[in-house]
């Protein structure tokens, strides 16, 4: 099992930046991709982000294109989320979650393990 702890929520305004940063703990070894998903009220959670923890390949949704940017260090156990041109539509609580499956999904029951999640709130 993989523990995660997420970190760099807050309030902030529309057109800031914010960096969202979780730590993995455990059986980190075994993690073949990384992701962060966000769920708004009455909303489902929905991925913003992935990678491939061995080759750093990413993945973004059409949403979140070019203003978000995924990142990992495999010797800290920790991936980033870079946020930036922030939109009052991106507030929601953000969930760094890790999978051992060979195949990415891009839906959350594709992934293993969760963190506890962060707030962010983009006010306009």
């Known amino acids: 099992q993989v523990q995660l702890v997420e970190s760099g929520g807050g309030l902030v305004q529309a057109g800031d930046s914010l960096r969202l940063t979780c730590v993995a703990s455990?059986?980190?070894?075994?993690?073949?991709?990384a992701g962060w998903f966000r769920q708004a009220p009455g909303k489902e959670r929905e991925i913003v982000a992935a990678?491939?923890?061995?080759?750093?390949?990413?993945y973004y949704p059409d949403s979140v294109k070019g203003r978000f940017t995924i990142s990992r260090d495999n010797a800290k156990n920790t991936v980033t989320l870079q946020m930036s041109s922030l939109k009052p539509e991106d507030t929601a609580v953000y969930y760094c979650?890790?999978?051992?499956?060979?195949?990415?999904?891009?839906?959350?029951?594709?992934?293993?393990?969760w963190g506890q999640g962060t707030q962010v709130t983009v006010s306009s």
């Open positions: 990678i491939n923890w061995k080759s750093s390949t990413p």
């Open positions: 979650a890790v999978t051992r499956s060979y195949i990415l999904q891009y839906v959350s029951n594709g992934f293993d393990s």
């Open positions: 455990g059986r980190t070894a075994s993690m073949t991709f």
